[in-house]
């Protein structure tokens, strides 16, 4: 109960810092704004639809990328425990793929998919399914030997001990990587708007920076951090869900 | 029940020192055997042989069964193989879910005749493994193994890691199974007094992977019992004798 009084406590702190440093000072606040600034944009641009709006299509992306990054690379990852020979080709690949920074992806998307909302599924997508492969595979090749020794000796199939051992056995690696995805898939998200796009909070931020208008820029920060959130919110929630015991 | 000839087997390549070599054994239907030896001589690479989770490089290994359809082995270890995210019915219910069980009713029906005979309540059933003490855990272990219907039960230090009192309760409670039941085990041990009160033979493996002396117990009582026969003045005279043997192979 006393923690949840302290949880907003560096935060109050910050802004009070801040708006004492800004508060009439005109050219303090033209760099870094000010809270109540800040606070005025992000009611005109609710109210005029606009933050909503941005904000829906930057989480849209970055869901779709995850859901798709998520389930793809997980199928991928636990499938190639059927395989070593499959798992050993693919590994340098994968490393390759992973090491890649989106940043220099984003471009060559764009270019193939446009500069539509298509192009920022994929990078979400791209930045999220390398790391579902590996966690989970991972997680398939970590099962305890104890529990593929029994199902040998029941005599079960490859596929039972897939279905009853490897995936249930796996899913905390499963979790974890989507815990890790999640910020990924926002990150591609953002970088895809921030390079070229007509909609979505990079666009919007990008856009408002050019202007100088700072207020702008921080809205669209601070809903990033919301999105960020909520986001971790509902992997926690999975998490909670998958791994009830 | 358990026929096995000249088996011989190596981790390495060939040429490597045999693990096991040239072994012969056979155990049959209501019977209990035991076997001894110094620590690395291949007592468990044994069981693992018989059951499957190594292939021997020479020798033959039988189980005799006239329903084919049966599940043969069942395998208990030293550490319990219960899945940690499902609770105690789900992960009984494993032979239900690999085909190798008749029908849910067949299995319900089980688990209430072993929860009775091995003292465990039924709200077990909803725990989960990690809720349970070690004694409840290798108990629900042997029941899933039991639940396969197998023939030959094979026992890798099953009661090693539990306290004296679980132990000796759980050794009865065994014991009286696999002579109800007629079936057949084969148990590891590195614990002389439990080899005696559990078996009805005892044998010795050497450090060359072969077996150097076997003994057959007699206790000769009606309503024998591991925990009676510990009593018993036979059971010390059984010590000495295993024990001035073991230390000879140990010293080899």
Known sequence: MKLLFLYPLPLIIFIAIWHFLTVGQPDRQFIFSSPSQVLNTCFSLLKSGELVHQTGVTVFEALCGFIFGTVIGSFLGLSMWYSRTVAKIAKPYITAIATIPIFALAPIIIVWFGIGILSKVMLAFLSTVTVSIVQSYQGAMSVEPRFLRLMKVVGASRWQTFKHVVIPSSLIWVINAMKLSIGLALLGAFIGEFISAEEGLGYMIVKASGLYDMSTVLTGVIALAAIALFLTGIVDQIEKRLLKQ | ?252
């Open chain 2, 1 to 252: 029940m358990l026929n096995i000839s000249e088996l011989s087997f190596t981790y390495g390549k060939a040429g490597s020192p045999w693990t096991i070599k040239d072994l012969s054994l056979s155990v049959g239907k209501n019977e209990i055997v035991s076997i001894l030896g110094a620590s690395g001589c291949g007592k468990s690479t044994l069981l693992n042989l018989i059951a499957g989770l190594l292939l021997a490089q020479t020798g033959k290994i039988e189980l005799s069964e006239s329903d084919k359809s049966k599940q043969k082995i069942g395998y208990i270890f030293q550490h319990d193989p219960l899945f940690p995210w499902q609770n105690v019915e789900k992960n009984l219910q494993l032979s239900l879910k690999l085909g190798k069980a008749p029908s849910k009713e067949w299995i319900d029906k089980h688990i209430e005749q072993y929860f009775k005979l091995f003292h465990l309540d039924k709200q077990v059933l909803k725990k989960f493994p990690q809720e349970l003490s070690g004694g409840m855990r290798q108990r629900v272990s042997i029941i899933q193994a039991l639940l396969f219907n197998p023939q030959l039960l094979l026992l890798d230090e099953p009661f090693s890691a539990l306290d004296f009192y679980t132990k000796l309760c759980l050794e009865d409670e065994f014991f009286q199974l696999v002579k109800e039941q007629n079936k057949a085990a084969l148990l590891v041990t590195h614990d002389i007094e439990e080899a005696i009160a559990m078996s009805d033979r005892i044998l010795i493996m050497s450090k060359n992977g072969s077996f150097s002396n076997e003994f057959i117990l007699d206790f000769a009582t009606e309503s024998r019992l591991p925990s009676t026969v510990r009593s018993s003045s036979k059971f010390a005279q059984y010590y000495g004798q295993i024990w001035s043997e073991l230390k000879a192979v140990i010293a080899q």
